[in-house]
């Protein structure tokens, strides 16, 4: 049951691939709780993915676009406004991709021409879609907008690679667009430092499924899961949270703020019963 939180606004969902996207969840929230919304993603992406599927049942306007591409983002900003009837209230960035790691290439045998690749399309298309927003002043006074994010963009997570830096240009983003667009539109744009969530982006991280078990046994409240995460972002979108921006909100069951639980050093000392012998001394090869 909707609380119409975002009842008469409107907004652009950029990312939702299938029923595991966050993006996804965030969308079917939005539309639940009153909103109007267009989508948007690569035509790669879209043929891949069923966000068609989403699209009829939101009653969405799809627009296929490249995100790295100023062009199409002025497409999808001019289409959306025409299809929703005016300015939008809302966006989420739900981008990210990284060749070095679909190539298996590690942090440090990176290619370079791919780590451009990383950073435009998963942070800098983030730096596009906010200045042909402002250029176009296409986001109502006193709207949202928000990207994902993920704690490696401040503390170094093992197999995350090139997207670790690419998280942290993103949030340096929000907070430097969030000053400009703060001042001139009372706009605000935050990032989620989401908990590691099953994905199909996600799953493709070197040893994604034990940094999942790791981190559920760490957080107090257990990890967040994608819907979870939806719920907060319509908080966010909506006027609940007018005065938060330029701020980096960890949404991680309190991942971020632990040194180590019981859960996880009871995990950790099991590690080791398979390297002592009968006598309980440590087998050392």
């Known amino acids: 049951m909707g609380n ?31 909103a109007t919304i267009t989508l948007s993603n690569t035509p790669l992406a879209i043929r891949m993915g069923t966000t068609e599927e989403l699209a009829t049942k ?9 995100a790295t591409s100023v062009e199409d983002l002025e497409c999808v900003f001019d289409e959306s406004m025409e299809a929703l009837g005016g300015k939008i209230d809302f966006l989420l960035h739900s981008i990210g991709m990284s060749p070095n790691v679909r190539k298996k290439r590690t942090y440090d045998d990176l290619d370079y021409n791919l780590l451009n690749q990383t950073l435009d399309i998963s942070a800098i298309s983030f730096h596009k879609i906010l200045q042909v927003a402002y250029k176009k002043n296409a986001i109502n006074d006193w709207g949202s ?10 503390r170094t997570m093992y197999g995350y690679n090139d997207m670790a830096d690419a998280k942290a240009m993103l949030e340096s983003i929000a907070r430097s667009f969030g000053y400009i667009y703060g001042r001139a539109h009372n706009v605000r744009i935050n990032t989620i430092s989401q908990s590691p969530t099953v994905t199909t982006a996600g799953s493709g991280i070197k040893g994604f499924d034990s940094l999942v078990d790791f981190s559920e046994r760490m957080s107090p409240l257990g990890n967040a899961t994608a819907a979870e995460c939806a719920d907060y972002c319509v908080v966010m979108f909506s006027d609940l949270t007018k005065k938060v921006t330029m701020q980096n909100l960890f949404h991680d069951g309190g991942y971020s703020s632990m040194g180590m639980s019981y859960r996880a050093m009871e995990q950790y000392i099991k590690s080791f019963e398979g390297l002592k012998d009968e006598a309980g001394n440590i087998i050392l090869g």
């Open 58 to 66: 939101l009653n969405a306007k799809l627009i296929p676009a490249d």
């Open 4 to 34: 119409n939180l975002l009842k008469g606004k409107k907004g652009i969902i950029f990312g939702a691939l299938n029923d595991m996207s966050i993006a996804w969840k965030v969308a079917e929230r939005c539309v639940e709780e009153g």
């Open 145 to 154: 907008v928000l990207a994902l994010s993920y704690g490696a963009a401040q």
